[in-house]
DNA sequence: CGAAGGATGAGGAATGAT
DNA sequence: ATCATTCCTCATCCTTCG
């Protein structure tokens, strides 16, 4: 059993509690200071003015005149196509690019090039790729519109197409974008990155600012406007179909698109054959420190994960269903710089299917219910009426009911995660039955004052730890002495407990969560399983700004494991009301994990 | 008795597999 | 083409508490 692993081993060190408490003051007062200068920053930056309209004309043309395009074009393409979105704008970005492309530029901008290239943790990685660029370029055979320019952005210092990166900025400026951002999108999307790429990183990046809490009020609801009304996720709709339509076949989207594994085992799972080509590439500048381990639905909208994949370094994601872990199916895709060899699954194994996990459902399960696993466990349950229905439905019959009533029983079953706990009787799982299957110990959610409803989201919402701590087994080895961990969004502390579970020692633990009820659960959890390290709580990424990250990595030598996952809600199935992709609001946090990871690599990377 | 918070139930579509 | 799956949101009702 590993339920109880100590907390009494390794009592050699001296654990000196003041002291870590006045590390713990000094930072957290330090970067409380930082937030005024961090609120100065976003307000300086001026994207608002200068995304701001002017909304004399129709809403038709309003959108392409806040993308920068002059009104006389505007009105001279509609003229051509009529009020049809995706034509006028193909229009628009060819008149654009017939202007552009003529001139010569003379040499480089002196001002762009050295925010492009001094990045530390990109300038290698790209140059190693740019020899491909011009031949994988379908855009710029596309002689009949020369599209070529504005479709992707170059990072190049030497060679013709120089003008390529001002190009795509000048571009990106006319719609309206400062400089800067475009500057900085161009650096993070990397050198393959397309317009619409572009477009999204710096839309979700505005869209992060205008949530930010520290933002002043009046500046709030314009940016919002702006970015629901003209920009974000509608203008990346119309690029998106502007990409598809000029894109010749042989080098499709389809074909580049991240495709999941069948059977979903990702690089391997300790209960099934390992498969047969496992390719792992990683760039030089992604082997850690820190090792990071990042995680999000795998069933996200169509090409959230090649963005992901593009933000976090080109790195393959590890696509794992937890149905190879546990009796529960959990699809997740995990992108990490692990090493993957040598992984060991967390003891005792968990029961694998239902009747293994709930043994007293066995009883009442109706032979024709032929579920060995359980669907993905989500944040809501089934309703007390629809367990009624299904009664209802059921008892009616003495013997097997008839195969339209099995269909629709199963159908609901299946959809609410439903089991059978008496004669005719299913039910929802109950929330411990929910945390042993996520590989929590029991009463992880329990008491403290969160409510039922609460622990169900909360545990819908995270890890599922026997998946995750396989993967994070590997650094047992590497750290004999323990680890410092940066967990952001760490909801119920699915990574914490997975370490622990594997015998890691957790040094100091930044934990970043927003809710307080589950803030309090990993607090109490520290607690009762005597943690001897040291537990900072934060609950907001916006606060773990640069300077604040400098403090913390100064205080005890740096992490050695970034680990998280940001929100799914907006790319999750089950959201029916704002699957908005990673712009949605609360996804867009994925930026800021990449913010805080880039940074931390950038300060360690200094510090050695 | 009213405010606050918890519980309830109604509510499809995107996506991939076949 | 059909089928299966999906870390969900919101308005409303109910309970609790002062």
């Known amino acids: ?92 970005l060819t008149f654009k690019a017939l202007d552009d492309s003529p001139e010569e530029q003379p040499s480089t901008s002196p001002q762009l090039e050295p925010s492009i290239s001094s990045d530390d943790s990109f300038s290698e990685y790209n140059e190693n790729i740019l020899d491909d660029v011009y031949e994988e370029d379908s855009w710029s055979s596309d002689s009949d519109n020369c599209i070529n320019p504005v479709g992707r952005c170059y990072l ?111 690089f391997g799972v300790p209960t099934e054959p390992v498969p047969t080509m496992v390719q792992r590439f990683l760039p030089k500048k992604t082997i850690g420190p820190p090792f990071f381990y990042y995680e999000n639905v795998a069933l996200a909208p169509k090409g959230v994960w090649d963005t992901i994949k593009r933000f976090l370094y080109e790195i393959e994601p590890e696509f794992v269903d937890s149905r190879y ?85 199963l159908y609901q079953c299946k959809k609410w995660n439903l089991v059978w706990v008496g004669r005719n009787k299913v039910a929802p799982l109950e929330p411990d039955e929910v945390e042993m299957l996520l590989g929590f110990p029991k009463n992880h959610t329990r008491g403290g004052g969160i409510s039922r409803t609460d622990r ?25 002495d323990g680890i410092n961990v940066l967990s952001l969004f760490s909801g119920i502390g699915g990574g914490e407990v997975a370490l622990y579970r594997l015998g890691i020692r957790l040094n100091n633990v930044v934990s970043v969560e927003k809710s307080e009820a589950n803030r309090n659960i990993v607090r109490s959890w520290w607690e009762q399983t005597n943690q001897r390290g040291n537990l900072i709580h934060f609950d907001d990424v916006q606060l773990l700004s640069r300077d604040c990250l400098e403090k913390l990595i100064g205080s005890f030598g740096g992490f050695d494991l970034v680990i998280g996952g940001s929100p799914c809600n907006n790319l999750a199935g089950s959201n029916r009301v704002s699957r908005d992709g990673l712009e949605g609001k609360e996804s867009s946090l994925f930026f800021d994990y990449v913010r805080i990871l880039d940074d931390v690599k950038s300060i360690m990377s200094r510090h050695r």
């Open 156 to 266: 190049n210092d030497e060679g013709s197409s120089l003008s390529g990166n001002e190009k795509t900025l000048l571009f990106l400026a006319n719609m309206g974008y400062p400089e800067e951002e475009g500057s900085i999108a161009m650096k993070r999307c990397g050198p393959e990155a397309s317009l619409p790429e572009l477009v999204d990183f710096i839309c979700a990046a505005q869209m992060a600012r205008a949530e930010d809490p520290y933002l002043p009020e009046d500046v709030k609801p314009k940016l919002k406007h702006i970015l629901n009304d003209f920009g974000g996720y509608k203008k990346r709709k119309m690029y998106n179909g502007l990409c598809k339509r000029k894109k010749p076949r042989e080098i499709s989207a389809e074909e580049e698109t991240i495709r999941l594994p069948k059977p979903m085992i990702g």
């Open 325 to 409: 872990f546990s009796a529960t199916q959990r699809k997740r895709g995990y992108l990490h710089n692990l090493p993957i060899e040598n992984r060991f699954p967390l003891f005792p194994l968990p029961p694998r299917t239902i009747h293994e996990a709930l043994p007293l459902s066995k009883k009442w399960w109706p032979s024709w219910d032929t579920r060995t696993k359980l669907n993905c466990l989500q944040t809501a349950i089934g309703s007390a009426k629809l367990t009624d229905k299904i009664r209802k439905a059921v008892e009616k019959y003495d013997d097997e009911p008839p195969l339209e009533v099995q269909k629709y029983v």
């Open 1 to 92: 059993m590993d339920k109880n692993p100590s907390g009494e081993d390794n009592d050699d060190i001296d654990w000196d509690t003041e002291d870590e408490l006045e590390i713990q003051d000094t930072v957290f007062s330090s970067c409380t200071n930082l937030r005024t200068t961090g609120q100065h920053v976003v307000c300086s930056n001026g994207e608002a003015s200068s995304s701001s309209v002017p909304f004399q004309s129709s809403k038709f043309i309003q959108q392409f005149v806040v993308m920068g395009f002059t009104e006389e074009s505007i009105a001279k393409a509609i003229e051509q196509n009529g009020e049809n979105s995706d034509l006028v704008l193909d229009a628009l």
């Open 456 to 480: 169900y989201k909360s545990l819908g919402n995270s890890f599922q730890v026997d998946t995750v701590a396989y993967h994070l087994s590997v650094l047992k080895d590497l750290f004999p």
